[in-house]
């Protein structure tokens, strides 16, 4: 069985070489760009190929937002975006950008491979539960939603969104506790991640998002099915 295919995406050559053979070690074939413009290049003529991109953001030609951007625009690709920086700009424009994790440097290339396989393993679809209501149809195995038969164009942490409060369908969360179960207790950001990717989320769905997401001031938000 061919061994899946990791992006790597990053200026600093020590960087590339160290991920790249723990990856290896892992059991995964990487492809590597030293710079946002042949990553671009390399995402269009192989994206098919690929199963995860690791993307810096400080990178020349183009910077680790604009592609994430360019690569969300026909691809929900899992993207782990690295960074020397931790700041709420960083973290808010990486995740509103599209990313699905986000690693700053210095990191552990042990536990960056353990996130590349979590990632991965959740983007793969090993649950079999599926949730069909009013029009609502989530597939939890394939990763797919539809709304009256049109599939949503959704990002890993969209659907994993979408897919929880729908298993909550009718209960208020807040935002930490979204926060806690979409991307974990470790997570760095604010609450404020969550509204973007909720307001991401409402508009994707369109009418059934405006008649069934509900945002509870002062507390969170509920899916009415």
Sequence with gaps: MENLKIL??????????LVSDFLNNAGYDTVTAADGKEALEIFKKRGDELSLAIID???????????TKEIRKKSDLPIIMLSARAEEFDLLTGFESGIDEYVTKPFSPAVLVKRVDALIKRSSGKSSETAEKKGLYIDDAAFMAFVDGKELELTLKEFELLSYLAKNSGIVLTRDQLLDAIWGYDYVGDSRTVDSHIARLRTKLGDYGVSHLKTIYGMGYKLEL
């Design 8 to 17: 790597i995406a990053d200026d600093e050559e020590r960087i590339v070489r």
């Design 57 to 67: 953001i400080m990178m020349p030609e183009i910077d680790g937002w604009a592609l």
